[in-house]
């Protein structure tokens, strides 16, 4: 008993500080800051080499991250504001010879355009005493696109920004100020090779309006259309999109329609099998081993084959 007791003394004196260990990690998390909607998000790039390509390494074999070009419209290196969508505008006033050099890296993928964004606001106030808060950096990747000529490059100039923040658990859906991941891919890569996209005509001419021929000295203007997401996961167009192979009128009723020509096909076929092709074979043979179903579908002499949505189609 006394020995029980003593186990049970050890076991609680291990549990407790753990316990008070546990809850001050737990209230430190919640003392870290968080974004508020519309603040303002830097974005930090790898610098490389314009020679090789390769990172930079500093001294003490950390990476060195540098910000974002400047962009002409804002006169400083490229924000997100948290939560607001949009077009972003940067352009970059003047492609310089390195920087020119780097961009046949990226659109070559010999290296990535690989930048980060911190996962929260820097913190501001630090109580005496308090060990400051080590930011954390999601990877948002640059995924340029683009083809390199002798003496210039095309690049896709138009890129979709795809961010993500953690959930929070709430009655209604609601997001945590925290960045969970994020992506930015150029659009239509090649729009340049599209004939006549110069010329006129919606989708085209816009397509063809953010391919860019650049040499260096040229302006590059990127434009971001930036969306925001609650969690880290996608939203689904959930049969409002008609994809290619879908057939034309695919919703509700064409499900429903399918189902019912399906039902019927399978009626039919059971009638005319049972009643034609069954009393025949039973006629002619004991019903052996070998099962006759095998035979009912497909039987039906264009009556109904089963397959009601083909019939639809072909009725389209
Ligand atoms: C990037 O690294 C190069 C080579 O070390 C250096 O000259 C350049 O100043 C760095 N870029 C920035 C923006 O710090
Ligand atoms: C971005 O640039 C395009 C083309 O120059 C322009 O039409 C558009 O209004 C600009 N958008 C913003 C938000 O500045
Ligand atoms: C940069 O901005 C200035 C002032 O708005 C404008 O005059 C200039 O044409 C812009 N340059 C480029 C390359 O867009």
């Given at each position: ?163 993500h923040s953690t959930p929070k658990h709430h009655i209604h859906p609601h997001d945590s100020g925290v960045i969970d991941s994020g992506i930015a891919y150029s659009t239509s890569p ?127």
């Amino acid at each position: 008993m006394m020995r029980q007791l003593q186990h049970l003394a050890t076991a609680a004196s291990l549990l407790v500080p753990a316990l008070f260990a546990h809850s001050a990690a737990a209230a430190s998390e919640i003392n870290l800051p968080s974004y508020h909607y519309g603040d303002p998000i830097k974005v930090e790039c790898m610098n490389r080499s314009s020679e090789t390509g390769e990172h930079i390494q500093l001294a003490n074999n950390e990476i060195e991250w540098v910000p974002f070009p400047v962009c002409n419209e804002t006169q400083k290196p490229l924000e997100f504001h948290y939560g607001i969508e949009g077009e972003v505008n940067c352009t970059i006033p003047m492609v310089s010879d390195p920087f020119f050099h780097l961009l046949e890296f990226y659109l070559h993928a010999d290296a990535p355009l690989m930048c980060r964004l911190a996962n929260r606001p820097p913190q501001h106030i630090e109580a005496v005493g308090e060990q400051p808060h080590t930011p954390e950096h999601i990877p948002l990747v640059f995924a340029l696109a683009g083809t390199l000529q002798m003496s210039h490059l095309h690049i896709a100039t138009h890129l979709n920004v795809l961010l993500h923040s953690t959930p929070k658990h709430h009655i209604h859906p609601h997001d945590s100020g925290v960045i969970d991941s994020g992506i930015a891919y150029s659009t239509s890569p090649l729009a340049h090779n599209v004939p006549g996209a110069e010329g006129k005509g919606g989708r085209t001419a816009a397509a063809a309006e953010n391919s860019r021929r650049l040499i260096i000295g040229d302006p590059l203007p990127l434009s971001f259309s930036v969306r925001w997401f609650p969690t880290p996961h996608l939203p689904k167009t959930e049969g409002h999109v008609e994809w290619s192979g879908m057939g034309n009128h695919v919703g509700p009723s064409t499900v429903f329609y399918s189902l019912v020509s399906f039902l019927a096909g399978l009626i039919v076929s059971a009638v005319y099998f049972f009643g034609t092709v069954l009393p025949k074979r039973l006629k002619g043979r004991a019903l052996g081993g070998a099962t006759p179903l095998g035979y009912g579908i497909g039987t039906g002499g264009g009556v109904g084959n089963g397959w009601g949505i083909a019939t639809k189609r072909a009725m389209d």
